[in-house]
C-alpha cells in the first residue's frame, strides 16, 4: 500500500485555469505538507497542517489554496495558474510534526502552457 | 529555520567505491536528517541523527554529527548504480520547519 499518494502524477494545463492537486496518507500522521521543487531543485515549503488545521503558511500567492477535510487528505488548489507555477509539487507526513521523519508523495509535474 | 548546504554540489564515483557528502548548518538543531531523491521521484528518509549522537549506521550509509563544527558527513559504503540519485540533508531545530537545500547530485556509473 503506498503510504503518501498523489493525484494526478502528471499535469499539463492553460494558463488561467483552475486545478488541484489531491493527497491521502494511510499512515495515521496528524501533519501534513506540501513542498514545491523548482527547476533547480529546490524544495519550498509552502504549507504545513496539523490535524486539519494550518500551522505553516510561507509566502505563497493566495491563488494557491490548501483544504484539509480530514488529517488523512491535504488537497492543493490553484487558481488562475501562471507559467511560473510549473515545478513538481511534493506532498508530506509526518507524526509529532518536523522533528520526526517525514514520508512523502511521488509529485505531480505541473506544466503550466 | 534554516536550510543545510551540501558540498559537493555533484559527486561522480565508480560503483563499488564509497561517496561521502558534507552538510553544514548555522544554528544549533535538535536533529540532524538525511533524505534520498531518485530522479523524478519522490523523497526518501534515510536516517534522522538526534543532536547527542555522534554516529549512526543503516546498512551501507553512516552518518556522522558534529555539533561542535555544525556539520555532518553521509558516508554510502561499497555504491551501487541504484544510488545514484541527489540526497539532502535537513537540519531541524524545535519550532522550525523541516527545509531543504540545493543537495548533492551522486552519480554512480558502473
Known amino acids: 500500500d503506498t503510504a503518501v499518494s498523489q493525484t494526478p502524477k502528471y499535469l499539463v494545463t492553460q494558463m488561467g485555469n483552475d486545478k488541484s492537486i489531491k493527497c491521502e496518507q494511510n499512515?495515521?500522521?496528524?501533519?501534513m505538507y506540501w513542498y514545491k521543487q523548482d527547476s533547480k531543485k529546490f524544495l519550498k515549503i509552502m504549507f504545513s497542517?496539523?490535524?486539519?488545521?494550518?500551522?505553516i503558511n510561507e509566502t505563497v500567492p493566495n491563488r494557491f489554496s490548501p483544504k484539509s477535510p480530514d488529517k488523512a487528505h491535504l488537497n492543493l488548489h490553484i487558481n488562475s495558474l501562471e507559467l511560473g507555477d510549473s515545478a513538481v509539487y511534493f506532498c508530506?507526513?509526518?507524526?509529532?510534526?518536523?522533528?520526526?521523519?517525514?514520508?512523502f508523495g511521488q509529485g505531480t509535474r505541473l506544466t503550466v502552457v | 529555520s534554516q536550510q543545510g548546504e551540501e558540498d559537493p554540489q555533484a559527486l561522480s564515483i565508480q560503483e563499488g567505491e564509497n561517496a561521502t557528502m558534507n552538510c553544514s548548518y548555522k544554528?544549533?538543531?535538535?536533529?540532524l536528517q538525511w533524505y534520498r531523491q531518485n530522479s523524478g521521484r519522490g523523497l526518501v528518509h534515510l536516517i534522522l541523527?538526534?543532536?547527542?549522537?555522534r554516529e549512526k549506521h543503516s546498512g551501507r550509509l553512516r552518518v556522522t554529527l558534529d555539533t561542535s563544527k555544525k556539520s555532518s558527513s553521509l558516508l554510502i559504503t561499497a555504491s551501487r548504480a541504484a544510488d545514484t540519485a541527489s540526497y539532502f540533508c535537513?537540519?531541524?531545530?524545535?519550532?522550525?520547519?523541516?527545509?531543504f537545500g540545493q543537495g548533492t547530485e551522486l552519480s554512480v556509473k558502473p
Open positions: 497542517y496539523n490535524n486539519k488545521e494550518l500551522i
Open positions: 535537513v537540519p531541524y531545530n524545535q519550532g522550525g520547519k523541516l527545509i
Open positions: 508530506a507526513s509526518s507524526q509529532g510534526g518536523p522533528n520526526t521523519e517525514a514520508f
Open positions: 544554528t544549533s538543531i535538535n536533529n
Open positions: 499512515l495515521g500522521h496528524d501533519t
Open positions: 541523527i538526534r543532536s547527542n549522537e
